[in-house]
């Protein structure tokens, strides 16, 4: 199944996801269940590193995470750190025509040092 393909604009909800960008047609767009934090890798924690991963994937018709990729990473761990995270993410799957579809988003994951 092909990801569905006019563009829509969702608000991420929780603090590991600034924005997001899902790809649906007409129906509901996918909205988060569950999305852990991410966690810090030592090396960036020592580098005293912040900033923000985004990270490419599809929803699948199951609500879940597939095809995670970063298309802009800050290297020093973060990458792959943010990469875990959304594999853990749970989504409402998106709908269409009362039929869930696979959706494509785009998830800016924020590491912060506090």
Known sequence: MEPASARATAAASG????????VVCAGSAAAYLRSPEPEFSEEARKAKVAGNVLVYLQVDTNGNPRNVRVLKGIGLGLDEKAMDAVRHYKFKPAMENGKPVIVEMNVEV???IF
């Open 15 to 22: 603090p590991a996801a600034a924005a997001i960008w899902a």
């Open 110 to 112: 924020n590491f912060q």
